[in-house]
């Protein structure tokens, strides 16, 4: 079983410039996570969908922030315009239901913001 | 906020020894999980224990919760090189999403 895929895997920018991550999930799970994870910290859950609609997005930062799961499967999680304090990794998750199952994550993306 | 908070933050100890890292937590749950994390990867789901349960093992990996504390623990019994790691306890609780600890920095050495 494939799991979940991520790219791009490394990105620098600089200040004010915007960046895209993409997320495809487990074939079948519904939910989709996004966290954000800072050097030295554990995973802060950024926004939760559930097939294409928004669970939980609580957490993000929605001035800058944005992300979209069209059709159900694929994500997209957006920085617009970039802070330096966005330097971290983006990690991307998924579960079979909801938030009580288990959460299979991918590789993340390093975002470094210069 | 992160409700989990780990004890220690990190710990060093020699291949063969166990190693016992500690979560607690804030507010109510109905489950606590724990991760693993290799330098540069992403996180990997080692164990899930219910709030109704009390102990639960998994191979090497010892997991109990004490709900009345609110606390967790993890034991690795006779560590190795390659369980060299951070460790996240991460509760769940009503329909959000897992809240993460800080972790905890283990380091076996062979």
């Known amino acids: 079983e494939a799991g979940v895929a991520q790219s791009p895997r490394y990105k620098i920018i600089e200040k004010r410039q915007s960046v895209a991550f993409w997320c495809n999930p487990i074939s079948g799970h519904a939910t989709l996570y996004w966290y954000q994870q800072i050097l030295g910290q554990g995973p802060k859950l950024l926004i939760q969908f559930q097939n294409n609609g928004v669970v939980d997005d609580s957490q993000l930062p929605k001035d800058r922030f944005s992300a979209e799961r069209l059709k159900g499967v694929d994500s997209t999680l957006k920085i617009q315009p970039a802070k330096l304090e966005d330097s971290a990794v983006y990690l991307c998750?998924?579960?079979?239901?909801?938030?009580?199952?288990?959460?299979?994550f991918g590789p993340g993306t390093r975002l470094l913001v210069l | 906020s992160q409700q989990g908070e780990e004890d220690p933050q990190a710990l060093s100890i020699q291949e063969g020894e166990n190693a016992t890292m500690n979560c607690s937590y804030k507010t109510s749950i109905n489950n606590l999980q724990w991760y693993r994390q290799n330098s540069g990867r992403g996180l990997v789901h080692l164990i899930l224990i219910r709030s109704n349960e009390r102990e639960k093992h998994s191979g090497r990996l010892r997991v109990t919760l004490d709900t009345s504390k609110k606390s967790s623990s993890l034991l690795i019994t006779a560590s190795r090189a390659a369980d060299t790691a951070s460790y996240f306890c991460?509760?769940?609780?009503?329909?959000?999403?897992?809240?993460f600890g800080s972790g905890t920095r283990l380091q076996v050495q062979p």
């Open positions: 998750a998924s579960s079979l239901g909801g938030a009580r199952e288990t959460q299979y």
């Open positions: 991460a509760t769940e609780a009503g329909r959000r999403a897992l809240t």
